[in-house]
């Protein structure tokens, strides 16, 4: 179905982005509320969509827009197109109402920011990006929002970049992030090369003519592109960096939303993944490994909000192997992206809460007892903290379960492993989430006489408040009667019945099991004993590891960067003496003198004219001769 | 009506102009120079509409016996890729004369012989795209050299001297190559019909292919300095270090492109054997130059330097789509060289802003700019963005088009060539960050933001760089038609979607 009003979801937030740069402290008074009223419509448009979309049949409901043709060079048409269906509608809702939610957060959160107005520009920039990443129909168009929230995040992270560290922050993910780009590149490439199209309908209706050779090298670079947005192995090491975010941002972009968008297009290329089983089962193994990987991190890091990012890190890598066990598995990575989008984004806005409260301090170890001080804040995030750990009937039970199951139920020794690491990592989140809220809501207080903790504004809490509800509700919703998974079922292949390893009871028993043991080994292990307020140094060697995220910055350093380095002074040095070195002898030589250029070069150059008029003349001469 | 002759003509009367204002009003020399810049600029745009863009043909055609005892001809003649780079000259020209009000200033000559010269260049810039006779296009070509030597040599800082003489021989041994090939051009149009330097009559002789390999070779060398292409870019970075910020724009903008436009223009049609038989090696060396033209710009100290080299990378892309002969590769590359053209200005000339204020052109003398010239700072923050082709804008739809159009044939070039964009992405923000991020060093506290001048000089690049980023349709239109049609003519076609084949 074709309609017109698509656009207004991209264009509304993207016109308070360019009205706020524009109009510069001018707009300093009015910004903030001009930017999260255009959100808000956008959400109000959003849902306008879905009541429409509710209203049509199963096959009427995917609608699209053209806007105008934007590059058409031989085959290769890419039209500037929007396209909205069953699956882009989630994340639309999800972009701009926790997008609204945060806004709202915000104005008093960076109340006290001069650049308020400026932050509130990018936010903007970024649900715009965001929302034309999932509305896009093509690759291509899905490429402009994908940069376009790379951007943004650049941007955000970067928002106090006057600190050298934040600014390396903000780098190192705006590079991290374009080597997964690379990827998306070639994927693109490939998809051209090989079906001529690189239009989602286009790719789907030519998978069944391409070969598998070529299905699995865009399936695989498809990959590498959600490795690097979603900070997924091996390209994660930029998300912990980029908690240098205000905190709102940290929980918009690098919890809820942007960061998923990997999730987003492993389900939307779900066609091809299908049909190529040895990208299918790289991204399990992709999936499975960070979701360990973020679950060790978590547990040793004492900074709140990077305790989250690799919680996040860890809960993106089970929505990746949910999509990695498709066609069964998209729906479940999906229903745990939009119940992982209530419960995440709500614990780091609580975490900015706290940090409000505490002088923006983050380490964990000088927290303790808040509970007492900011009710609400711990009472909202100890719903998200439910969530997380899937304790019925919060919203992760019902998502991160539906994972675990599909997983054990993948078939055979792959079943078995898959399914043990989940539920493995069930265990470990529920251990370094329960040391979060232990550490900074409960036991004695820590922190130093400056902090006077208090609970934040109603502007703040409120937004808090709305996301707990989510977080406690949401998965219920999504799951009762299927309705997320029948609502989407129209996109994906259909499946048969799958043999069943364990059945749903089993599964939620051994999930609540690991995690009672988490939380269990937490409790004795912090509540008990009196915490620190410094980190302890006498630890073992695999907390050291840990809390530098495992050493992959390390990696990077030493196996890219550092020989990086080295080449590039290497090639500056040889440029001047080898290459340059190399036309300077050759001039000299022509010059038919061992002098030095310099040393010819003023009468040479005085007589440049009449040496041109001795070419002209040669050319003359030489031409007469021959013609003779 | 003779649109590129009067096109010519304009800046030439407008330097007589300038010549006649005395020599102390410089308020009323820099206001004739950018009206007549301006006015060209205007012309060019008539012209353009008049311009049937589904016409493969040369259009606005004019032929004047010139010399006729040798057959040669005042022969002009546009494309639509010639179109479009006459274009990009002629709006760059009055941005760069009001970008760059003050940098006459100081120079060895007067502010007057600066206009002049730029207003010269001008018409040489218009006329060298313009060329349907080998002869004068070589003329123009070379007499190119004499306005830039002087612009560079007398207005510029540094080893200004050095780097002059450095670029004018550099060029004139291209120059001299291509002379040479010229010349047996035309003994041979003589033993098969009748003296001639028309391009399209040179374009049918019939030649051996050893012949057609060293012709070839003697238009290419000069073209692969121009452009400038890895191994021969060495003069290059001297050359932006010392030219004026203007200067820059120009030479990197406009005359390098004359390296790239020659390329098609002349080494494709008059030798197409010849271009498929090296094709093979100036692959290899445009993808050398992507790769590394942006590892050393990642390490360059000096802003001047650094732009330079991110253009001989830039270059890279360009070459690359010219020689993987379809149409994406094509239209891409001459899509390149006008957003290029941009880019580079924009880069230069805020570039060349901060420098001024600074009194240094190292980059780690700046520092927190953001802060301090908050305007300036996000100028040349979208000037790098458009430089690494963020989507969205104009840069990214050529460079996008010249990998996918490389990958359809050559996919390892296009493969290796894409890790340019992570490469891009380091020399911006490296640069990004220690200039304009962090807190606010020495020597940087008081810098005055963009003046009114300033922003409105700037301000028509970033929009063309915005606009064309979401719809360059307008451009694509008019180069399309002869992307095909070249392509043809080498016997090429665009490679089939090879699926099916499972």
């Not at chain 1, 699956?87 to 650049?115: A, E, K, Q, R």
């Not at chain 1, 804040?377 to 019902?398: E, K, S």
């Not at chain 1, 470990?428 to 004695?444: S, W």
């Not at chain 2, 055609?61 to 546009?78: D, Q, V």
């Amino acid at each position: 179905m074709i309609s017109n009003s698509l656009v207004y979801l991209i264009a509304l937030p993207l016109a308070g982005a360019a009205i706020l740069l524009l109009a510069g402290r001018r707009s300093d008074k009015w910004g903030h509320l001009l930017a999260t009223a255009l959100s808000a419509s956008s959400f109000f448009v959003g849902l306008y969509q879905l009541s429409l979309m509710l209203g049509r049949s199963n096959e009427q409901r995917p609608i699209s827009q053209k806007l105008f043709e934007w590059i058409s060079v031989g085959s290769f048409k890419i039209d500037a197109g929007l396209m909205l269906d069953q699956l882009s509608i989630c994340f639309v809702l999800l972009i701009t109402g926790v997008g609204t939610l945060i806004h709202v957060y915000s104005i008093s959160y960076m109340s006290h920011d001069p650049d308020r107005r400026r932050f509130f520009a990018f936010l903007n920039l970024f649900i715009a990006a965001m929302l034309l990443l999932v509305l896009g129909d093509s690759y291509l168009n899905l490429y402009v929002g994908w940069e376009g929230v790379g951007l943004a995040s650049y941007l955000l992270i970067g928002f106090w970049n006057q600190k050298p560290a934040y600014a390396t922050a903000s780098k190192k993910a705006f590079v991290m992030n374009r080597v997964g780009d690379m990827g998306l590149s070639f994927a693109i490439m490939i998809a051209f090369a090989t079906m001529g199209t690189v239009s989602f309908t286009g790719v789907k209706a030519a998978v069944e003519h391409t070969s598998t050779a070529a299905l699995t090298g865009i399936g695989i670079m498809l990959l590498v592109a959600a490795t690097g947005k979603s900070a997924q192995f091996p390209l994660q090491a930029w998300l912990g960096d980029a908690m240098a975010g205000p905190t709102p941002v940290s929980a918009l972009i690098h919890a809820a939303t942007m960061v998923t968008a990997g999730v987003y297009l492993i389900t939307r290329s779900n066609f091809i993944f299908d049909a190529a089983p040895t990208a299918q089962l790289l991204v399990v193994i992709v999936g499975a490994v960070t979701l360990m990987f973020g679950a060790l991190i978590g547990t040793a890091k004492d900074d709140i909000k990077k305790a989250l990012a690799a919680s996040t890190m860890s809960q993106i890598g089970y929505m990746i192997l949910g999509a990695g066990l498709g066609p069964v598995g998209y729906a479940f990575a999906i229903m745990h992206l939009l119940t992982h989008g209530f419960f995440k984004a709500g614990m780091f806005l609580g975490a900015g809460s706290v940090m409000h409260g505490m002088n923006d301090e983050v380490n964990m170890r000088k927290y303790g007892a808040l509970r007492k001080f900011m009710p609400i804040t711990f009472a909202t995030f100890g719903l998200g903290y439910l969530a997380i750990l899937g304790v019925p009937p919060f919203a992760g039970f019902y998502s991160k379960d539906m994972i675990i199951e599909t997983a054990f139920n993948s078939g055979g020794i792959k079943g078995i492993i898959l399914g043990s690491v989940t539920l493995l990592g069930a265990s470990i989140t529920a251990f370094y989430m329960t040391r979060v809220m232990i550490l900074t809501f409960t036991g004695k207080s820590r922190w130093d006489d400056q902090a006077h903790p208090h609970e934040s504004p109603w502007l703040m809490w409120l937004p808090m408040a709305i996301l707990a509800i989510g977080s406690v509700t949401s998965g219920y919703l999504l799951s009762h009667g299927n309705a997320l998974v029948n609502w989407l079922s129209p996109l994906f292949e259909n499946h048969g019945e799958h043999e069943e390893l364990l059945s749903p009871i089993v599964v939620s028993g051994l999930a609540l099991t690991m995690v009672a043991i988490g939380v269990a080994i937490a409790f004795l292990k912090y509540s008990r004993n009196q915490v620190s307020d410094v980190a302890p140094e006498n630890v073992s060697i695999f907390t050291r590891i840990a809390r530098q995220d495992l050493l992959q910055d390390r990696f990077n350093e030493s196996v890219f960067m550092r020989p990086g380095q080295v080449l590039t002074k290497i090639l500056v040095r040889t440029d001047d003496s080898v290459i340059d070195g190399a036309v300077r002898t050759v001039g000299r030589a022509a010059m038919g003198s061992g002098a030095s250029l310099r040393g010819v070069q003023s009468g040479f150059v005085r007589s440049y004219a009449a040496l041109i008029l001795v070419g002209a003349v040669a050319l003359i001469a030489a031409i007469w001769v021959v013609t003779q | 009506m003779i649109w590129l002759t009067l096109l010519m003509a304009l800046p030439l009367a407008g330097s007589v102009a300038v010549a006649l204002v005395p020599k102390a009003n410089e308020k009323l020399i820099k206001q004739t120079a950018f009206i007549t810049t301006l006015i060209v600029m205007g012309t060019t745009i008539a012209m353009a509409v008049n311009f049937q863009r589904d016409n493969v043909e040369l259009q606005f055609i004019e032929k004047y016996s010139w010399i006729p005892s040798f057959g040669i001809n005042y022969a002009l003649g546009i494309d639509g890729l010639a179109l479009v780079l006459i274009l990009m000259s002629t709006i760059l020209a009055p941005v760069v004369v009001l970008a760059g009000w003050n940098e006459s200033h100081g120079g060895r000559w007067s502010i007057k012989s600066f206009y002049i010269l730029i207003l010269v260049l001008e018409t040489m810039m218009i006329g060298v795209f313009a060329a349907t006779d080998v002869f004068l296009f070589y003329v123009i070509f070379e007499a190119m050299l004499i306005p830039v030597y002087f612009l560079i040599g007398g207005y510029g800082s540094g080893e200004r001297a050095a780097a002059a003489v450095k670029f004018l021989i550099y060029s004139l041994f291209g120059g001299l190559l291509m002379l040479a090939s010229i010349i047996a051009l035309y003994v041979m149009s003589g033993a098969q019909g009748g003296h001639t330097f028309d391009l399209k009559a040179l374009s049918q002789l019939e030649m051996s292919s050893t012949t057609q390999n060293l012709l070839f070779l003697g238009f290419f060398i000069a073209f692969a300095i121009k452009a400038p292409l890895w191994p021969l870019h060495t003069w290059l970075p001297d050359a932006a270090d010392s030219a004026t910020p203007g200067t820059s724009v120009l030479l990197l903008g406009v005359l390098d492109k004359v390296g790239t436009f020659g390329m098609i223009r002349y080494c494709l049609t008059l030798f197409p054997e010849a271009s498929r038989t090296f094709t093979p090696l100036i692959l290899v060396l445009a993808v050398i130059s992507i790769v590394y033209g942006a590892i050393l710009a990642i390490g360059q100290r000096d802003l001047k330097r650094l732009i330079a080299f991110t253009s001989i990378s830039h270059f890279g892309f360009i070459t690359m789509g010219i020689f993987a002969m379809t149409s994406q590769g094509y239209s891409g590359a001459a899509l390149y060289m006008f957003n290029h053209g941009f880019s580079t200005a924009a880069l230069f000339l805020v570039g060349g802003w901060m420098i001024s204020r600074r009194g240094s052109s190292t980059i780690a003398d700046f520092g927190g700019l953001q802060r301090i010239t908050p305007v300036m700072a996000w100028m040349f923050f979208i000037a790098g963005m458009s430089s690494l082709a963020l989507p969205g804008l104009s840069s990214f739809v050529s460079e996008f088009l010249v990998l996918v159009g490389t990958f359809t044939r050559y996919p390892v070039h296009a493969v290796i060539a894409t890790f340019g964009i992570v490469l891009a992405a380091l020399y911006i923000l490296i640069p990004v960050q220690k200039a304009l991020h962090g807190p606010t060093t020495p020597g940087n506290e008081n810098l005055s933001d963009l003046n009114l001048r300033e922003k409105i000089a700037i301000a028509p690049i970033i929009a063309i760089i915005i606009a064309l980023g979401f719809y360059p349709s307008p451009l694509l239109n008019v180069i399309n038609p002869a992307a095909t049609h070249v392509i043809a003519q080498l016997g090429f076609s665009d490679p089939v979607p090879t699926s099916g084949e499972k």
